[in-house]
T-cell receptor, first 111, second 116 residues
Framework: NAGVMQNPRHLVRRRGQEARLRCSPM?????VYWYRQLPEEGLKFMVY????????ESGMPKERFSAEFPKEGPSILRIQQVVRGDSAAYFC?????????FGPGTRLLVL | AQTVTQSQPEMSVQEAETVTLSCTYD???????LFWYKQPPSRQMILVIR??????QNATENRFSVNFQKAAKSFSLKISDSQLGDTAMYFC?????????????FGTGTRLTIIP
């Protein structure tokens, strides 16, 4: 049973480009969470999705960030027009499991 | 709103010794869960131990155990016989399972270094 998969593991973008981060939850898990970890900080909740539904997006920035979890395929976190402050590690977690199981993360670097 | 506080930014201990990491939390809920996650240099988030708030017995996992003081809202992690592989960031987290929403609130972490 594969764990939570994230790709790419590392992503480099120039300011103004778009970043797409993918997450495949553990087999049998229907809940996906995205967290952001800025350097030297803890993880901050961004969004919680179930298939085809955004359940809680209270941690998502109001602009440029969006997330989806389609009926088929991985969950996508999309960041439009990236800025240097978006450089961070983005973690996906899936549940149910009490607690959620994390993927290895995507390190986004904005030049 | 939930808050989780880790007041020790960094700690170090000699190999084979015992170390305790502190964590306090605040919640108005009666049913919640508490976790310790380990983040080694690989940056992977690894679940170390979990405690259900309704259980009085402290959770243990091999060399890892917690001291859960519900009235004081304290949840410390004890690592016995520390090993070099325990060197990592340790994050305390709380969870209120609200209609299946397992959203975690994390503390700022404690960087633990095990000295050979």
């Amino acid at each position: 049973n594969a764990g939570v998969m994230q790709n790419p593991r590392h992503l480099v973008r120039r300011r103004g480009q778009e970043a797409r981060l993918r997450c495949s939850p553990m087999k049998g898990h229907s809940h996906v969470y995205w967290y952001r970890q800025l350097p030297e900080e803890g993880l901050k909740f961004m969004v919680y999705l179930q298939k085809e539904n955004i359940i809680d997006e209270s941690g998502m920035p109001k602009e440029r960030f969006s997330a989806e979890f389609p009926k088929e395929g991985p969950s996508i976190l999309r960041i439009q027009q990236v800025v240097r402050g978006d450089s961070a590690a983005y973690f996906c977690a899936s549940s149910p499991g009490l607690g959620p199981y994390f993927g290895p993360g995507t390190r986004l670097l904005v030049l | 709103a939930q808050t989780v506080t880790q007041s020790q930014p960094e700690m170090s201990v000699q190999e084979a010794e015992t170390v305790t990491l502190s964590c306090t939390y605040d919640t108005s809920e009666s049913n919640y869960y508490l976790f310790w996650y380990k983040q080694p240099p690989s940056r992977q988030m690894i679940l170390v131990i979990r405690q259900e708030a309704y259980k009085q017995q402290n959770a243990t996992e091999n060399r890892f155990s917690v001291n859960f003081q519900k009235a004081a809202k304290s949840f410390s992690l004890k690592i016995s016989d520390s090993q070099l592989g325990d060197t990592a960031m340790y994050f305390c987290a709380s969870l209120i399972s609200n209609f299946g929403n397992e959203k975690l609130t994390f503390g700022t972490g404690t960087r633990l270094t095990i000295i050979p």
